[in-house]
């Protein structure tokens, strides 16, 4: 195939990826549009649950692996769109539709991409492909579920909107809930221990709090208080007051460190919900990364979290679309985004993969 047949089978498979509702766990429909596409196309493919995977014809067990991953899973459409978010139409160089830039864009160039090398035999790499669920919940049925029954990962590609720039480290994320308790009591009593008035100097603390170690490519830490919560009644004073932390943590810190250092030093109780969801990183020296640099790629820390959070091995993010219109109304990408995008994946690993 030329590269614009490649990109106009890649478009065709996202409109019709866009037509079929595919909210996080409820991907069945979207699975196997995708693997009719493989099979299609000459591709044997695997499934577990809502994920798709495939190695290419020629996977060699003594070569490291190569992961190229992307989900087809979807959050739900918000209140302001004003356009039938599974009607999949062209305005003006735009797809509009539910999942075009999130990350149906990605996931079809990836696909496309995979196509492009599947018969490929002189490869230093394996490459195995998977269209994976759950990514926008986070659900335990997604890429997470997938790594126990893949060949172990050497380097990974996880596509999510970044214009095709190469996001070489990641922030991890650790929910906290924290708890600030005071003595319950009739509100027409003095009380010098009101869990409300209590929360004033936790919340200062949590406003001023700062971590020592800051990234080159990920910048601080970032603790932010996000939701608060307490009281029943006008005229009794709340035993506890309940907030939510969302920490975004760099790639110089552990998600458990960071566990530590809140049991630790926080005015309050605080509890981690999960430590799964760790930073992410791939060394600039990374001839995967070179090769990105090589055609004019710039690289950047994104504060944004994605399925590169259930990898252990160096991964990049990359891929067609701009993180900015992610769960936006009217969700769009440029028809020539796929495009380019088909095209700076093929020739990124050409670079990576195919030794002179």
């Keep these: 195939m030329t590269l614009e047949q490649r990109a106009q ?49 020629h996977f060699d067990p003594a070569k490291p692996t190569l992961l190229l991953n992307s989900h087809h899973d979807t959050v739900k459409p918000n209140a302001a769109y004003t356009k039938d978010p599974f009607h999949a139409h062209i305005e003006d160089g735009k797809l509009y539709g539910l999942g075009s830039n999130d990350a149906g864009g990605c996931l079809v160039s990836l696909l496309a991409t995979f196509a492009h090398f599947y018969e490929h035999d002189n490869l230093n790499h394996n490459i195995v492909i998977v269209a994976s669920a759950e990514e926008e919940s986070s659900g335990p049925n997604g890429l997470n579920s997938m790594l126990a029954h893949l060949p172990e990962i050497d380097v990974a590609i996880v596509g999510e909107p970044t214009l095709m720039q190469l ?9 906290f809930d924290g708890t600030i308790t005071g ?74 460190e960071i566990a530590d250092f809140m049991s630790e030093e926080a005015p309050c109780e605080m509890v981690a919900r999960s430590l799964r969801l760790n930073s992410s990183r791939i060394d600039p020296e990374h001839p995967l990364v070179k090769s990105g640099v090589a055609l004019g790629r ?14 252990s091995c160096q991964s990049v993010k990359l891929g067609p679309g701009d993180s900015t219109r992610s769960h936006s109304a009217n969700e769009f990408i440029y028809v020539h985004e796929i495009e380019e995008g088909i095209d700076l994946y093929i020739k990124i690993l050409e670079g990576f993969l195919i030794e002179e």
């Design 9 to 57: 089978d890649a478009l065709t498979l996202l409109m019709q990826l866009i037509g079929i509702q595919s909210f996080s766990g409820e991907e069945d429909p979207t699975a196997q549009c995708i693997g009719d596409w493989l099979s299609e196309r000459g591709i044997a493919f695997e499934r577990r649950q809502h994920n798709i995977y495939a190695f290419n014809k």
């Design 167 to 175: 996001a070489i480290a990641e922030k991890g994320l650790v929910v």
């Design 183 to 256: 003595t319950p009591s009739h509100a027409a009593h003095p009380n010098t221990d009101n869990a409300i008035y209590n929360s004033i100097a936790v919340l200062e603390w949590f406003k001023q709090l700062k971590f020592d170690k800051v990234s080159e490519s990920l910048g601080e830490v970032k603790p932010t208080v996000t939701q608060i919560n307490a009281g029943k009644q006008h005229n009794v004073v709340p035993a506890e007051v309940k907030i939510v932390v969302d920490v975004r943590v760099n790639d110089c810190y552990s998600n458990q």
């Design 298 to 311: 710039e690289t950047y820390g994104s504060p944004t979290l994605s399925d590169q959070a259930a990898l």
